[in-house]
């Protein structure tokens, strides 16, 4: 695309221009551009401040900002999908868990039968975490109870 002259400040300015970008003069003759119908609505004017305004300079256009389709995609940050994914993962335990405790009794897991039976000293006080039967806890008291009796009762080896 060829520049041509502006006929005021005889700077160089682009053949499509409607106003000399250098001095503000408006483009008449054959160098013109065809005049674009703007909507009267979506009109809008960009003010530089209390600069002298020359009225054969047309006003700037602003185009309004089409809304974001709710079709496209929401960009997000890594970290939101990831403490999203969390906390989807998080939900989704506490549902297995409401589920496994339908009538409001906390299961004794396997590892803790084992380790109650062998060494109940130490294990049966997990019985006491929230969600466990009395049920529960009386076996488990109770056996702790039955060997705390079992080694009172056994018979003291005589001295050597």
């Not at 160098?31 to 047309?58: C, D, E, M, W, Y």
């Amino acid at each position: 695309m060829a520049l041509i002259e502006c006929y005021e400040c005889k700077r160089s300015i682009s053949p499509e221009a409607m106003t000399c970008i250098h001095c503000g003069a408006p483009m008449t003759g054959k160098h013109a551009p065809l005049q674009v119908s703007r909507p009267a609505t979506a009109t809008s004017t960009i003010s530089f401040g209390s600069l002298p305004r020359n009225k054969a300079v047309t006003d700037a256009f602003v185009a309004e900002a089409a809304p974001a389709s709710a079709l496209e995609p929401k960009v997000m940050p890594a970290a939101a999908g990831r403490r999203r994914r969390q906390q989807a993962e998080q939900a989704a335990e506490q549902a297995v868990e409401q589920q496994s405790y339908v009538d409001g009794v906390r299961p004794v897991e396997g590892w803790l039968k084992v380790m109650a039976f062998l060494m109940p000293m130490m294990f049966v006080w997990f019985l006491l975490r929230r969600g466990h039967s009395l049920k529960q806890r009386l076996f488990g008291f109770g056996w702790l109870a039955l060997l705390i009796f079992c080694v009172a009762i056994a018979p003291t080896p005589p001295p050597v």
